[in-house]
Every structure is written in structure tokens, then in C-alpha cells.
């Protein structure tokens, strides 16, 4: 088993398990076709966001930027890693639903182009820290349009009980908007919206847009400003399992263009831009991770665990949503998958599984297991649970392999402890 020409199990003898690995050529690719898709629907009129909270680190930050996206941040850290990387704060787009004041500090200290603002206390505070530096900046306002996508009720962010955005019904929302242009160190120049992440269906989006674009036009007729952006936010699916129904992320961009067009006929607005915010259909399909198959514990009539070694310190998502994955051991990846495996990681709890009764090739001890799709929310959110190191990501293209997050050592874990 290959992945951009990179053979698995040179890449998992060369640089240890667990590995995540992540193909520099597909996440280009997906890049690429999100910038022609803005060109195709809305003559460039608009851009395209990666959501870094799915994958982040200097280097996924500086590939993006060089294919021609912005930087969505969700917290200090990941602002300094995009401006470490090289991002020009104006690329940049700081999320998140209670964001501090030393981090409002270093967004503006380093003129961070859109600053999202959730809710009515951060835009107050946001006066304040501008006023504070004598800076205007420029905002954005976090809109929650009351609709329920269909995807993990963790991971569903539009709908009214959602602890993200302000409210469209109620009227907050608007009420927001008044606020923001009395500021005197705000600038409004977009709304945002955000719906769920691992939406399966076109609908959700397309009404999003329509929510949002009647927002707008109130914005426009009530108060007499027109409005530069709107970002719609993230969220297409991804193909966990084969089986998965998956919509071409091109078609939802389609069915969006085709509404947003539509409506600013209908409500005389002129088109404003546009900027989604993908994180999953970046990152996700491009990464895998490697891992050396343990012990193998067969429990008649109940099931058989295959022990990796890594787990929910390197890949917390099944035990958390019990999210799909596809699982196959790659050093048999042409034979029959004919085996029902639990996958077992190595912490100390019974929860951590990677996987259950998924069919794989009749596994070994010391045969390399493969989990594909991995490349979103799996580094981004691993954790240290029982000591255990974070493992090292390599950037494959073309054949070539290179570390571009170093593995975690021993040390490494005990360096803050005094
Ligand atoms: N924009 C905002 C404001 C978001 O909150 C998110 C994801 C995105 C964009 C990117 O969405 P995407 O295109 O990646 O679906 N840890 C969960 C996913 C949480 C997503 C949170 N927000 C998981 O592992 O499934």
C-alpha cells in the first residue's frame, strides 16, 4: 500500500510507529480545486478558508497559504503557529466563542484581517483592546441562522441551543450588528456562519446562505450599509467508508453559488463576497496513520481485539462520536479483508478503541495497520493521556517523505514538570 508513491511500510520502518502520514499532493489538490471552484462561481469574488483547527502545524500553514487560502484561527496558539509559519495577519481569521483578552491582544497587536466576534460581551472587550492600542479593526459577526444540520450533535453548530454565535430569531443578531457600527474602533465588514462539520447533504448549506443573505438585506434597507462578506463556513463530508454517501465538495459549492446568486436578484443586493472555511475536506483524505499491529486477543463468540500501538492519545474520535474509519493492514492490502477486528489502542481504558467489528486482513503480530482518512481532527487533537508521546507526522510528495512535526520523547513530557 502506497500513498503519494511512498511506500507504507518503508514509511512506517523508517520513521516508527504510530505515524501519521499526510500527502502533500492531495491536500494541493483539494486547495486547488476549492480557489478554481471561487474562480468558476463567483469570478474570484471571494476565497477560500482552511480551518487549521483540523490539522495544524507550521507547515500545513504554509502550503495552504502558498495555494492561495486564508487562515481560520480558533485559539492563541494556533494564531501564533499561522504567523510563526509566515501568514500575514491580514490572510487571518480568528474564531472562537470566548476568546481572552491576550488573545484579542495578539490579534490585533498583529492586525489579524477579520476578527470573528461571537457575542455582545467580546464585542465590547474588542472596543476596548482596540481603543486601548488606538487601532480601528476589522470584525466580523458570528450569526447563529437556527438550522439543524444532521451530523453528531457535538459537532452541529447552527442550531438555536448552540453555545457558538448570536441569534438570528431573537433578534440579537441584529442587535449586534447596531452595536458594531457604533463602535469607534470596529469596523463591521462581514457576517459568519457556521453549521456543523461532517454535513452529508446540500440542503443545510444552501439554506444557510438564504438566512443569511436576508440578513444582510435587512442590514441593508433598516440601516442603509451594505455589507463586504460572507463567510458560510465549513463543514462538508468526508468518506470515512466506502459506503459513505458523499457529495463532491463541488457540488455543494454549486448548489451555494446557485442560491446566493438567486437571492441577491430577488433582494436587489449586490453580491457580496464570498468565503468558505473548510477544515475536514482539506486535511482529512490526505492523512493516514501507521501502526504496528500488538497482540491479538480472540474471545470466543464475542470478539477479537487487535492491539495497536497507538490509541485515544493519538486518535480520540471513536471513542468520542464514535466516528467511522476504514482500517486494513497494509503489508496485506491485496488480500481478502475477510476478519472482524475490534481495534484496541494502548491506554488504559476500556473505551479506547480506534474501531469496532470492522473487517480487515487476517492480522499478525508485528503487520502494519493502516486507518485511512485520519488527516483531520486526529494530531489536532491528541492529547499526552497515560505519558503516552505524540507521534510524528511526515508530509509525503512525489515519492519523497519528510518529518515535518517531530515525534514526541520522554523528555518532552516531563518538560514542564518542576
Ligand atoms: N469554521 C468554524 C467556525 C468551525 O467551527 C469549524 C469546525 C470549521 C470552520 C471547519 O469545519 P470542517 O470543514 O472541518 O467540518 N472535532 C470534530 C470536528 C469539530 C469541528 C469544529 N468546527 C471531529 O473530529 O469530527
Partial sequence: MAISGCDTIDLAKKYGTPLYVMSEDEIRRVCGSYVASFQKFYHGNGRPIYASKAFCCK??????????????????????????????????????????????????????????VDNLSELEKLERVAACKG???????????????????????????????????????????????????????????????QIMEKEPFVHAAEVMLGLMS???????????????????????????????????????????????????????????EPGRSVAGEAGITLYTVGGIREIPDV?????????????????????DYTCLIANKANQPAGYTATVAGKCCESGDLIQEHTKIQTPEEGDILAVLSTGAYNYSMASNYNRNPRPACVMVR??????????????DLIRNDL
Fill in 59 to 116: 507547515e500545513m500553514c504554509r502550503i495552504v497559504l502558498s495555494e492561495g487560502l486564508d487562515l481560520e484561527v480558533v485559539s492563541g496558539g494556533e494564531l501564533f503557529t499561522a504567523l510563526q509559519a509566515g501568514v500575514p495577519g491580514q490572510n487571518i481569521h480568528f474564531q472562537g466563542n470566548n476568546k481572552t483578552i491576550p488573545e484579542l491582544e495578539l490579534a490585533v497587536d498583529n492586525n489579524v484581517g477579520d476578527i470573528v
Fill in 135 to 197: 487601532k480601528v479593526v476589522h470584525i466580523s459577526l458570528r450569526i447563529k441562522p437556527g438550522i439543524d444540520a444532521h451530523t453528531h450533535e457535538f459537532i452541529r453548530t447552527g442550531q438555536i441551543d448552540s453555545k457558538f454565535g448570536l441569534d438570528l430569531a431573537s433578534g440579537e443578531a441584529f442587535c449586534a450588528v447596531k452595536r458594531a457600527l457604533e463602535l469607534e474602533h470596529i469596523k463591521l465588514m462581514g457576517l459568519h456562519c457556521h453549521i456543523g462539520s
Fill in 218 to 276: 435587512q442590514i441593508k434597507t433598516e440601516l442603509g450599509v451594505t455589507l463586504d462578506f460572507l463567510n458560510l463556513g465549513g463543514g462538508f463530508g468526508i468518506h470515512y467508508k466506502e459506503t459513505d454517501d458523499f457529495i463532491p465538495y463541488i457540488e455543494y459549492m454549486e448548489a451555494v453559488s446557485i442560491k446566493i446568486h438567486e437571492k441577491c436578484t430577488e433582494l436587489q443586493l449586490d453580491l457580496p463576497k464570498i468565503f468558505i
Fill in 303 to 323: 470478539r477479537s481485539y487487535v492491539a495497536i500501538d497507538g490509541g485515544m492519545f493519538e486518535n480520540p474520535r471513536y471513542a468520542l462520536y464514535q466516528s
Fill in 398 to 411: 512525489n515519492g519523497e517523505g519528510r518529518v515535518i512535526i517531530r515525534g514526541e520523547t520522554y523528555q
